[in-house]
């Protein structure tokens, strides 16, 4: 009987080396990669900042603006990033679209509360400043309603905010979809999920530090793990990790 013919080799006896030279995931050209390290790069060195030389630096005037403008940089960022891509909405899918949405309203929110978080504090500010201006007179008078300003600013300043109390809500939302989105078959797709993810880490992360010391409570305070892909990981890893030890510290 003759012996059944072996089916025909490759020319490579060990497999086709082409095919782990081109996976069949999509890879970034140059010009993407350049565009992605730029924004990733860009966002490192922010949070860099955000490190305190001092504990003394927490949660001081200078450290939430520092923080907020901080954050508006990257929102910028993210805009100029969208139109270097030359990615128009209308050519987006739509969970791009909906992750865009879902940023820019929550953060709308917050900033809502935020700006009445602190036009609370300045009407309680004004209180004290006529309790000031009355106890500067020798009349009785005046020192009664200096002391009917001060009962006045201790409710002010006693009661609770509605709006910051629902950020905690807001920022739960926000940390439900907090994962480095899969995206296939579009290069700038993935450059821009990529690139929203950072901005969302920053974002949930700022906001909650913002309502920890409004609210005067570390359950208000996120301890986020991220991805180690992003170029800004690490910058943010060791910022949380000092900024968030020292605020339980001062509020425990």
Request: charged residues 20%.
């Amino acid at each position: 009987m003759s012996r059944a013919q072996d089916p025909p080799r490759g020319f490579f006896p060990f497999g086709n080396p082409f095919r782990m030279l081109s996976p069949k995931s999509s890879t970034l050209s140059p010009w993407l990669l350049s565009l992605l390290n730029g924004f990733e790069l860009l966002l490192a060195e922010r949070l860099k900042k955000l490190m305190p030389k001092s504990k003394d630096d927490i949660l001081t005037l200078s450290w939430m603006k520092l923080a907020m403008v901080s954050l508006c940089e990257t929102h910028n960022n993210i805009n100029t990033l969208i139109t270097d891509l030359q990615l128009p909405v209308s050519d987006w899918e739509e969970k791009w679209v909906d992750v865009y949405l879902d940023i820019s309203v929550k953060l709308l929110d917050l900033c809502n509360a935020f700006s009445s978080e602190l036009t609370r504090l300045n009407q309680g500010d004004l209180y004290l400043k006529c309790v000031l201006h009355n106890l500067q007179s020798d009349s009785g008078e005046k020192y009664l309603q200096a002391r009917s300003s001060l009962d006045s600013w201790r409710q002010h300043v006693n009661a609770n905010n509605a709006r910051v109390e629902n950020c905690r809500a807001v920022l739960d939302c926000l940390v439900k979809s907090l994962s480095l989105p899969k995206v296939k078959n579009s290069p700038k797709g993935k450059v821009l999920m990529r690139a929203f993810y950072g901005v969302k880490v920053q974002t949930v992360y700022i906001c909650s530090v913002f309502t920890a010391a409004w609210s005067d409570s570390t359950n208000d305070l996120f301890d986020l793990p991220v991805s180690d892909k992003p170029l800004w990981a690490k910058a943010f890893t060791d910022m949380q990790s000092v900024v968030n030890a020292e605020i339980r510290d001062m509020l425990s």
